[in-house]
């Protein structure tokens, strides 16, 4: 099946400091999302995206549907220890209900 | 408080032994899917559901049985479990696709081991 591109796998930062992390797809979307993860959970939706170069907020996230519909952006300004986990992309095919999703970021803050 | 549930959340079988975890969701949403979410592959589809008695294959759907008799209910059936199929499984609904109302809600996980 196909997956996406996601990167990077991990980050270690500090606390304050901006996060980047991207996917991209071989083929087009017309959805994209974002999704965190907690530790024993299950995914939680953080952002959707469904127009070509639409740029979304979500308090101190911003996620990007990129121009070619084959990637997408989540930033994350001054971050905070609860941002600690792991971020999924995913992205919904034309007229097709299946979400494919992207292998991960894991996101650490070094105290 | 619109969820989605599974049960049970963690699980110890051994090989061959058939099981089946259970999901449901109080969301009257028509589509359900079954992930599993194993290091470094993010999470693959195993079978989705459009509605009631409509179910197919997705990504990894080999070993794995569903089955929707209801709207609520979407269990997920190995009825020969094997080592390979250790993972972490999330059950997931939703509206069908179409705008902002499609948001997939996931459960909150089954962590198998078969021995």
């Known amino acids: 099946g196909q997956q996406l591109n996601q990167s990077p796998q991990s980050m270690f930062i500090q606390e304050g400091e901006d996060v980047s992390m991207n996917c991209t797809s071989s083929s087009i979307f017309n959805t994209w999302l974002w999704y965190k993860q907690d530790p024993g959970e299950g995914p939680v939706l953080l952002i959707a995206?469904?127009?070509?170069?639409e740029l979304t907020s979500n308090g101190r996230l911003t996620a990007q549907f990129g121009i070619t519909r084959k990637d997408s952006f989540l930033n994350i300004s001054a971050s905070i220890p609860s941002d600690v986990g792991i971020y999924f992309c995913?992205?919904?095919?034309?007229?097709?209900?299946?979400?494919?999703f992207g292998t991960g970021t894991r996101l650490t803050i070094i105290p | 408080e619109a969820q989605v549930t599974q049960n049970p959340r963690y699980l110890i079988t051994v090989t061959g032994k058939k099981l089946t975890v259970t999901c449901s969701q109080n969301?009257?949403?028509?589509?359900m899917s079954w992930y599993r979410q194993d290091p470094g592959l993010g999470l693959r589809q195993i079978y989705y559901?459009?509605?009631?008695?409509?179910?197919d294959k997705g990504d990894v759907p080999e070993g794995y049985k569903v089955s929707r008799k209801e709207k609520r209910n979407f269990p997920l059936i190995l009825e020969s479990p094997s080592p390979n199929q250790t993972s972490l499984y999330f059950c997931a609904s939703s509206r069908l696709a179409g705008g902002p109302s499609d948001t997939q809600y996931f459960g909150p996980g089954t962590r198998l081991t078969v021995l």
């Open positions: 969301m009257n949403h028509e589509y």
């Open positions: 995206l469904y127009k070509a170069g």
């Open positions: 559901s459009m509605n009631v008695e409509v179910t």
């Open positions: 995913a992205g919904r095919d034309f007229g097709n209900e299946k979400l494919t």
